[in-house]
């Protein structure tokens, strides 16, 4: 095996290990999308994911709920900022 081939056969090698890699989490990640919405369907009567969800609370707050654990986001900081930025865009453009 010449130093050509060799370099061939080790680039080939690397481009399978990382599509082996991408294909394995895409498919992890998969299995655990249907797992859940299949759960949440016949747990909940409720379409799709029951593990990541967001929801509007109140005028300025929204409930973030991740593996059943709630966080309450204030936006008003938020909104106050994105403003600040959209009035400094605007005098500079």
């Known amino acids: ?6 370099y061939r056969y ?3 090698a ?4 990382r599509l082996a890699i991408i294909f394995s989490f895409l498919f992890l ?3 655990i999308f249907i797992a859940d919405s299949s759960m949440n369907n016949l747990m909940n ?3 799709g994911l029951g593990m990541f969800s967001i929801t509007p609370h109140g005028d300025s707050h929204y409930n973030v709920k991740f593996l ?3 966080i ?3 936006v008003k900081y938020i909104r106050e ?11 500079v453009f």
């Open 1 to 6: 095996m010449n130093r050509l081939e060799k």
């Open 29 to 31: 990640f998969s299995g």
């Open 10 to 12: 080790i680039r080939n």
């Open 45 to 47: 009567r409720k379409n």
């Open 81 to 91: 900022d994105i403003n600040r930025l959209k009035n400094w865009l605007s005098q």
């Open 68 to 70: 059943n654990e709630d």
């Open 72 to 74: 309450y986001i204030n």
């Open 14 to 17: 690397r481009r399978r290990c």
